[in-house]
């Protein structure tokens, strides 16, 4: 087995000379590295470690609370005392201050190294940027300093047994009380619902507060203890058995009278999910480019090693000798470093700010794109290995049962597709997109986008014209993604040198 090794050179070439995070008056190239350096040593000698037992041990649902696999609370402990969970929150609630793009590369490394640890840790910086934006000084004084130092871990509570993307259908109630509102019902699916890592949890949860559909939802704060310091009214009922993510407590939830505190207005607690809901498909991307990043080293490593047949002039040959395993290795890598630079591109552009249409365009194809490679890379990964990559032991069997929930949740690819045709494409994020793909061929001429954005106007204005786009989605998703795509490796050729290895990187726009 190899173990893992973060790729931090891909990774800041990606966002410094791709992306162009150097183009902004904050970013600090060289103390983004430090940072990245000094997080990919932990990953690599305490994160990644854990993730192979952990996924053979799973989490254990005992008289009502979840434990984690042996180790783990250990290694969270190490993670919150090193001040990880405080990077990107604001200074005055005792974080660090330091923007989306340093957590575009820890989340990432993160991933890679541990999905499943990832997946209980990796919703505080969206609950912060909730709370900061719906919610009162009192409810920011109280509820980010904890998120802040790692004593409190948060969690989305979203999906019920009917109502799963619909969320017009949520039946969990919240009604006004003594000490605030009362919520009763159930929540599935929620990841983290319990652990034993920290001391406390807040779960923000979306409940129906009137009969009147989507505007009858609202959104709740809702700690783990009361006020008095009692275990609040929230019952685990199950922990779910997954193909992955196998240390990542899948939790069925039942909130019996549990106190809570309204954030944001009443009847408005969709848009105020969606900061958090849109923070997490930023993550679920990079998740997608973790896995495809990590199929890569190993089947490259393996491939590199194992010798198997004869070259043209007879001599015994290793696995990349074979033209057949480079198309792959080279494929792999192509999604990998593809999906890192959209990835990038949105979080820059989330970062410069004054561009919402654009990143909000950005980001489905971002999201399905990343997460259908990390799929394909595991796939082909396994390919690379032969009969070895079927087997556990190198560990690209659980890279894909890990991925595969990337495409499902956070909206299923296939309604992130439904949206970019009927929703965004249609009106002004897609005269955004129309623009930046117009610039980037200014910038680039002679390039592949000037075909790739002649076919997307097309396919653009058929969706306009169609009686129901939605049966168009998939192909138009398809074909933006290669529009983009086209945009990204003309930067990556025009920026290649720049990459500690060159050669690979060119290598790569070739193709």
């Given at each position: 087995?190899?173990?893992?090794?973060?790729?931090?050179?891909?990774?800041?070439?990606?966002?410094?000379?791709?992306?162009?995070?150097?183009?902004?008056?904050?970013?600090?190239?060289?103390?983004?590295?430090?940072?990245?350096?000094?997080?990919?040593?932990?990953?690599?000698?305490?994160?990644?470690?854990?993730?192979?037992?952990?996924?053979?041990?799973?989490?254990?649902?005992?008289?009502?609370?979840?434990?984690?696999?042996?180790?783990?609370?250990?290694?969270?402990?190490?993670?919150?005392?090193?001040?990880?969970?405080?990077?990107?929150?604001?200074?005055?609630?005792?974080?660090?201050?330091?923007?989306?793009?340093?957590?575009?590369i820890t989340s990432e490394v993160f991933s890679g190294a541990n999905h499943s640890l990832q997946m209980v840790t990796g919703l505080v910086p969206g609950a912060v940027r909730t709370i900061l934006r719906f919610g009162t000084d009192d409810q920011k004084a109280r509820y980010i300093p904890p998120l802040?130092?790692?004593?409190?871990?948060?969690?989305?509570?979203?999906?019920?047994?009917?109502?799963?993307?619909?969320?017009?259908?949520?039946?969990?109630?919240?009604?006004?009380?003594?000490?605030?509102?009362?919520?009763?019902?159930?929540?599935?699916?929620?990841?983290?619902?319990?652990?034993?890592?920290?001391?406390?949890?807040?779960?923000?949860?979306?409940?129906?507060?009137?009969?009147?559909?989507?505007?009858?939802?609202?959104?709740?704060?809702?700690?783990?203890?009361?006020?008095?310091?009692?275990?609040?009214?929230?019952?685990?009922?199950?922990?779910?058995?997954?193909?992955?993510?196998?240390?990542?407590?899948?939790?069925?939830?039942?909130?019996?009278?549990?106190?809570?505190?309204?954030?944001?207005?009443?009847?408005?607690?969709?848009?105020?999910?969606?900061?958090?809901?849109?923070?997490?498909?930023?993550?679920?991307?990079?998740?997608?480019?973790?896995?495809?990043?990590?199929?890569?080293?190993?089947?490259?490593?393996?491939?590199?090693?194992?010798?198997?047949?004869?070259?043209?002039?007879?001599?015994?040959?290793?696995?990349?000798?074979?033209?057949?395993?480079?198309?792959?290795?080279?494929?792999?890598?192509?999604?990998?470093?593809?999906?890192?630079?959209?990835?990038?591109?949105?979080?820059?552009?989330?970062?410069?700010?004054?561009?919402?249409?654009?990143?909000?365009?950005?980001?489905?194809?971002?999201?399905?794109?990343?997460?259908?490679?990390?799929?394909?890379?595991?796939?082909?990964?396994?390919?690379?290995?032969?009969?070895?990559?079927?087997?556990?032991?190198?560990?690209?069997?659980?890279?894909?049962?890990?991925?595969?929930?990337?495409?499902?949740?956070?909206?299923?690819?296939?309604?992130?597709?439904?949206?970019?045709?009927?929703?965004?494409?249609?009106?002004?994020?897609?005269?955004?997109?129309?623009?930046?793909?117009?610039?980037?061929?200014?910038?680039?001429?002679?390039?592949?986008?000037?075909?790739?954005?002649?076919?997307?106007?097309?396919?653009?204005?058929?969706?306009?014209?169609?009686?129901?786009?939605?049966?168009?989605?998939?192909?138009?998703?398809?074909?933006?993604?290669?529009?983009?795509?086209?945009?990204?490796?003309?930067?990556?050729?025009?920026?290649?040198?720049?990459?500690?290895?060159?050669?690979?990187?060119?290598?790569?726009?070739?193709?």
């Amino acid at each position: 087995m190899k173990p893992f090794q973060a790729p931090i050179e891909d990774i800041l070439f990606s966002l410094n000379h791709v992306a162009g995070a150097n183009g902004l008056a904050t970013w600090d190239a060289e103390f983004a590295a430090e940072i990245g350096g000094h997080f990919a040593a932990f990953a690599e000698g305490e994160i990644a470690p854990l993730d192979e037992p952990g996924d053979l041990q799973g989490c254990r649902l005992e008289n009502g609370r979840v434990s984690m696999p042996d180790g783990f609370a250990e290694v969270y402990r190490a993670y919150a005392e090193q001040g990880w969970p405080s990077l990107t929150v604001p200074e005055e609630y005792g974080g660090q201050g330091m923007g989306g793009l340093i957590h575009a590369i820890t989340s990432e490394v993160f991933s890679g190294a541990n999905h499943s640890l990832q997946m209980v840790t990796g919703l505080v910086p969206g609950a912060v940027r909730t709370i900061l934006r719906f919610g009162t000084d009192d409810q920011k004084a109280r509820y980010i300093p904890p998120l802040t130092s790692g004593e409190t871990l948060a969690t989305m509570c979203l999906t019920e047994p009917g109502a799963g993307s619909d969320l017009s259908r949520v039946r969990c109630k919240a009604e006004p009380s003594k000490k605030g509102w009362s919520i009763t019902g159930e929540k599935i699916f929620i990841s983290g619902g319990d652990q034993d890592l920290s001391e406390r949890i807040l779960h923000l949860v979306l409940a129906r507060t009137s009969d009147d559909g989507i505007k009858g939802l609202s959104l709740f704060l809702c700690p783990c203890t009361r006020t008095d310091g009692s275990r609040n009214s929230v019952t685990i009922t199950r922990i779910e058995e997954k193909m992955g993510l196998h240390a990542s407590p899948t939790c069925q939830m039942a909130f019996d009278g549990a106190e809570a505190e309204l954030i944001g207005e009443e009847g408005k607690g969709l848009a105020a999910m969606f900061t958090m809901m849109n923070h997490a498909r930023a993550d679920v991307a990079l998740q997608g480019v973790a896995h495809a990043a990590r199929a890569c080293d190993i089947a490259s490593a393996y491939a590199a090693e194992r010798t198997q047949g004869r070259g043209p002039d007879g001599a015994p040959i290793t696995l990349d000798g074979h033209a057949d395993v480079r198309r792959m290795l080279t494929e792999i890598d192509r999604l990998a470093v593809g999906g890192r630079a959209i990835s990038h591109l949105a979080f820059v552009l989330m970062e410069q700010g004054g561009n919402s249409e654009l990143v909000d365009f950005l980001t489905p194809v971002a999201k399905v794109f990343c997460t259908e490679a990390g799929m394909r890379g595991a796939e082909l990964g396994m390919q690379v290995l032969g009969g070895y990559g079927y087997l556990k032991e190198y560990r690209l069997e659980q890279t894909y049962r890990d991925c595969r929930i990337t495409a499902i949740y956070e909206g299923a690819n296939g309604i992130h597709e439904r949206v970019l045709a009927t929703r965004l494409a249609p009106g002004h994020p897609g005269d955004a997109f129309a623009a930046f793909v117009e610039a980037e061929l200014a910038s680039h001429p002679g390039t592949r986008i000037e075909n790739a954005l002649t076919e997307w106007k097309a396919s653009r204005q058929q969706l306009q014209e169609a009686p129901d786009a939605s049966i168009l989605a998939h192909g138009f998703m398809q074909q933006t993604i290669d529009t983009l795509l086209a945009c990204v490796w003309a930067r990556i050729a025009w920026v290649a040198d720049e990459h500690p290895n060159p050669a690979r990187m060119k290598r790569l726009c070739d193709r």
